[in-house]
């Protein structure tokens, strides 16, 4: 019986990940008006969870394969919680953040289910059910936008949603306690300070992104947590020369592939949560007040604006994954970038009906589900097999650095030159950041054709593609009979 819970289990907790991960996105605002605090300040509440994801996920990971996954996604859940039951009851802003921050460890669920399949299922069974899982991400997103539009219609109180997120978290602890107990499947120990140094790091470059309208971009406090983040960068690299079990090799951040492959996903998730806050921030503008938007209530945010884009990942991650078998994964990289150029670009220049801002917002959303399929494909052909588990983490952290940068651009561009006497940024500004998200898709293409090695297409099956998909999502090593087959 255990072990027929593994696939439904691991089902739930990846859903739990993407629903915690949207369920805030479009209350953004009203967390700032509840709060009395700043856009710049309310933000944080997406961008301290991004932050902490990029360090905590391939902790977690390693943490599964050396005391258990079961015991491990039991402790995440139950710091999951925590932070859910303090989210709900709190008002302060530190508290909301701590409570954000605890969040974040749910990201790690992801690839700990991801591992309790492959150590409960067959061979037979394990692509199928991996499809699956993957495809809760697609779904628990758009159920997370979906709730919080219905429980935030005629003026629902945001705290519903983290009670909600206590509720959902203590349904995953009793449904992981049933799984089957497993010995540890690795030694060593846990690059907990690498993953600190690599923490502040992160906090130092994202800081100054995030306050600069208020701190005044050419301030000491800018300057000074920009060139901060350069020296702790430095002092990561060296230090994970030094351990013989680094968070990251520094192999992954100098190898060219490795690099351009990292570069592709800090675009992508840029691009997810750019085209995520910007349209959510737009639409609920009151077209009365400042001449632009739709006044929109968050229940239209969320469920006719965002959530088609999200939930057409069901059927776009697929759709990537035979684009990779077919033409291989540079060419379905520079595909993706041709997409995102032309949403963002369709966004800058088409948002006055409803349907463009859809229609765009879809477009981004498709190129993001094409791209994340192709870069483990890419990532395995230029790794050795031993490799693939820290070449995949690694890409996981860009793209969760990328999500935050993207939020970071999106409120500094949206709380900075306001309509006089309006606290409402310029049409202008919005049409700046689709202008942005398009030159950067441009030139992720660009750099993507011309500084790739070149390589032929690989002949992998459609089913081949989906479990490299899953297991790069998920931050894990590919198997290796996979990766020898696309070096081939």
Request: glycine share 10%.
């Given at each position: 019986?255990?072990?027929?819970?593994?696939?439904?289990?691991?089902?739930?907790?990846?859903?739990?990940?993407?629903?915690?991960?949207?369920l805030v996105v479009p209350v953004v605002s009203n967390i700032q008006a509840d709060l009395g605090v700043s856009a710049t300040s309310a933000s944080w509440v997406v961008t301290a969870n991004l932050l902490a994801a990029a360090v905590f996920t391939p902790m977690l990971g390693r943490l599964g394969d050396l005391y258990g996954r079961r015991p491990v996604m039991l402790g995440v859940l139950m710091v999951v919680l925590a932070g859910s039951i303090l989210a709900a009851t709190t008002s302060s802003l530190p508290l909301l953040l701590v409570a954000r921050v605890a969040q974040a460890t749910s990201f790690g669920l992801f690839p700990l289910s991801i591992g309790v399949l492959r150590e409960e299922l067959p061979p037979a069974k394990l692509t199928g059910a991996m499809a699956i899982v993957s495809g809760m991400l697609a779904v628990g997103a758009g159920l997370g936008l979906t709730v919080t539009g219905l429980l935030m219609q005629n003026g629902g109180d945001y705290h519903q949603l983290f009670w909600l997120a206590t509720a959902l978290s203590a349904v995953g602890i009793a449904g992981v306690f049933l799984l089957p107990r497993r010995e540890p499947v690795a030694t060593g120990r846990l690059d907990g300070a690498g993953a600190a140094v690599l923490g502040l790091a992160l906090v130092l470059l994202i800081l100054p992104l995030e306050e600069g309208n208020d701190w005044g971009w050419g301030s000491a406090r800018v300057i000074g947590s920009l060139a901060a983040a350069v020296v702790v960068f430095a002092i990561f690299v060296l230090f994970e020369r030094r351990i013989s079990h680094p968070l990251v090799t520094t192999r992954m951040l100098t190898h060219r592939p490795i690099v351009i492959a990292n570069a592709a996903g800090l675009f992508l998730g840029f691009s997810m949560f750019a085209v995520?806050?910007?349209?959510?921030?737009?639409?609920?503008?009151?077209?009365?007040?400042?001449?632009?938007?739709?006044?929109?209530?968050?229940?239209?945010?969320?469920?006719?604006?965002?959530?088609?884009?999200?939930?057409?990942?069901?059927?776009?991650?697929?759709?990537?994954?035979?684009?990779?078998?077919?033409?291989?994964?540079?060419?379905?990289?520079?595909?993706?970038?041709?997409?995102?150029?032309?949403?963002?670009?369709?966004?800058?220049?088409?948002?006055?009906?409803?349907?463009?801002?859809?229609?765009?917002?879809?477009?981004?959303?498709?190129?993001?589900?094409?791209?994340?399929?192709?870069?483990?494909?890419?990532?395995?052909?230029?790794?050795?097999?031993?490799?693939?588990?820290?070449?995949?983490?690694?890409?996981?952290?860009?793209?969760?650095?990328?999500?935050?940068?993207?939020?970071?651009?999106?409120?500094?561009?949206?709380?900075?030159?306001?309509?006089?006497?309006?606290?409402?940024?310029?049409?202008?500004?919005?049409?700046?950041?689709?202008?942005?998200?398009?030159?950067?898709?441009?030139?992720?293409?660009?750099?993507?054709?011309?500084?790739?090695?070149?390589?032929?297409?690989?002949?992998?099956?459609?089913?081949?593609?989906?479990?490299?998909?899953?297991?790069?999502a998920a931050g894990l090593a590919v198997p290796a009979e996979l990766v020898r087959k696309s070096a081939t």
């Open positions: 019986m255990p072990k027929r819970l593994a696939l439904p289990v691991a089902s739930y907790a990846v859903l739990l990940v993407s629903a915690l991960q949207t995520f806050l910007a349209v959510s921030y737009l639409v609920q503008t009151p077209a009365g007040v400042a001449g632009y938007g739709f006044g929109s209530t968050v229940l239209a945010a969320s469920v006719v604006y965002l959530l088609p884009g999200t939930a057409g990942g069901v059927v776009t991650a697929p759709l990537g994954g035979r684009l990779v078998g077919r033409f291989g994964a540079k060419a379905t990289l520079v595909i993706a970038a041709a997409l995102a150029l032309a949403g963002f670009a369709m966004l800058a220049v088409l948002h006055d009906d409803t349907w463009e801002i859809i229609v765009g917002a879809a477009i981004v959303n498709t190129a993001v589900m094409f791209g994340y399929a192709a870069l483990p494909a890419l990532l395995i052909q230029h790794v050795s097999p031993a490799e693939t588990g820290i070449a995949n983490s690694v890409n996981s952290i860009a793209r969760s650095v990328g999500m935050s940068i993207g939020t970071a651009f999106v409120v500094t561009m949206l709380t900075r030159n306001l309509i006089p006497g309006v606290p409402l940024p310029h049409e202008s500004q919005y049409v700046w950041i689709f202008v942005v998200g398009a030159a950067l898709a441009a030139a992720a293409g660009i750099l993507v054709a011309l500084a790739l090695p070149r390589s032929r297409p690989v002949a992998l099956s459609v089913r081949e593609v989906e479990e490299e998909e899953v297991f790069g």
